[in-house]
């Protein structure tokens, strides 16, 4: 049987804990022993980015990856320009946060013109992988869930992100596998292995069944039907030894008070990834 994952590996995804402010999270990882996390940019704008850069090096803590850039498809010039900038200026602030990945969701439809919304993400991966590669950092595509179409990712598999990702320097543009969004794909394996040497980052959460709420529904890991041990090892196998990013999205966990909450998330680390 696969061993556990060592706790060191634990990152905490910000809005695994989106009762507590940035810097709550903080102190509760250090509290925890938990050195790294992966913040959103949201709560980093609320305390200011060079405070936010400030807590975190000041706590000893590294950045997994920042969440997040992406939504590219837009209706006209302006609207793109707008997200060109936007971008940028998620780049500048992982950057400034000290991560080498900046998570990408690539955003809808508009309409029904699902094939020009993925050229429309492709464009502006292109646009923007230069400008990245020149402040330290890794675009990370991540597919979302087919349900999340509609308001989310064009992108719904992980052979989808891949191939995008195969049109840029490895060092440029890489994927992000999230257990909860793939983990129903009969291709996993596959795309796995082709994802080789561009994984540049692990998100750990589980399905419930039934699940009620389709995007604050996730659960807790080991609370659900997907085999993470088995998934970590297929990643693992692919090249990835990084963090793994804790991402439950859950409002119900987001009632417990945030130490509990932390303890529960080590140990079904612990026992399940």
């Given at each position: 049987?696969?061993?556990?994952?060592?706790?060191?590996?634990?990152?905490?995804?910000?809005?695994?804990?989106?009762?507590?402010?940035?810097?709550?999270?903080?102190?509760?990882?250090?509290?925890?022993?938990i050195a790294t996390i992966a913040p959103w940019r949201e709560p980093v704008a609320k305390v200011g980015l060079d405070a936010a850069a400030r807590l975190i090096a000041d706590a000893g803590l590294s950045v997994s990856s920042l969440c997040r850039g992406g939504f590219f498809p837009a209706v006209g010039e302006s609207e793109r320009r707008r997200a060109d900038d936007d971008n940028r200026r998620a780049v500048d602030e992982a950057a400034a946060l000290g991560t080498e990945v900046l998570v990408l969701?690539?955003?809808p439809p508009l309409g029904r013109?699902?094939?020009?919304?993925?050229?429309?993400?492709?464009?502006?991966?292109?646009?923007?992988?230069?400008?990245?590669?020149?402040?330290?950092?890794?675009?990370?595509?991540?597919?979302?869930?087919?349900?999340?179409?509609?308001?989310?990712?064009?992108?719904?598999?992980?052979?989808?992100?891949?191939?995008?990702?195969?049109?840029?320097?490895?060092?440029?543009?890489?994927?992000?596998?999230?257990?909860y969004h793939v983990w129903w794909d009969p291709a996993l394996e596959r795309e796995l292995v082709r994802a080789a040497g561009r994984i540049v980052g692990f998100h750990v959460s589980d399905w419930l069944v039934p699940t009620l709420d389709?995007?604050?529904?996730?659960?807790?890991?080991?609370?659900?039907?997907?085999?993470l041990r088995r998934i970590r090892q297929l990643v693992e196998a692919a090249g990835y030894d990084g963090p793994i990013e804790v991402e439950v999205i859950n409002r119900?966990?987001?009632?417990?008070?945030?130490?509990e909450l932390v303890a529960l998330i080590c140990q079904r680390f612990a026992a399940a990834v």
């Amino acid at each position: 049987m696969t061993s556990s994952a060592p706790l060191e590996r634990l990152s905490l995804n910000q809005i695994t804990v989106d009762q507590w402010t940035l810097p709550e999270v903080i102190e509760g990882c250090v509290r925890a022993g938990i050195a790294t996390i992966a913040p959103w940019r949201e709560p980093v704008a609320k305390v200011g980015l060079d405070a936010a850069a400030r807590l975190i090096a000041d706590a000893g803590l590294s950045v997994s990856s920042l969440c997040r850039g992406g939504f590219f498809p837009a209706v006209g010039e302006s609207e793109r320009r707008r997200a060109d900038d936007d971008n940028r200026r998620a780049v500048d602030e992982a950057a400034a946060l000290g991560t080498e990945v900046l998570v990408l969701v690539c955003g809808p439809p508009l309409g029904r013109d699902l094939a020009g919304a993925r050229a429309q993400i492709a464009a502006g991966i292109e646009r923007l992988a230069p400008y990245a590669a020149q402040h330290g950092v890794r675009l990370g595509i991540e597919p979302l869930h087919p349900m999340m179409i509609g308001e989310r990712s064009a992108i719904v598999t992980l052979g989808e992100a891949v191939d995008l990702a195969l049109r840029f320097d490895a060092g440029q543009v890489g994927v992000v596998v999230d257990a909860y969004h793939v983990w129903w794909d009969p291709a996993l394996e596959r795309e796995l292995v082709r994802a080789a040497g561009r994984i540049v980052g692990f998100h750990v959460s589980d399905w419930l069944v039934p699940t009620l709420d389709l995007l604050q529904g996730r659960g807790m890991m080991g609370d659900g039907i997907i085999d993470l041990r088995r998934i970590r090892q297929l990643v693992e196998a692919a090249g990835y030894d990084g963090p793994i990013e804790v991402e439950v999205i859950n409002r119900e966990l987001w009632r417990l008070p945030g130490d509990e909450l932390v303890a529960l998330i080590c140990q079904r680390f612990a026992a399940a990834v």
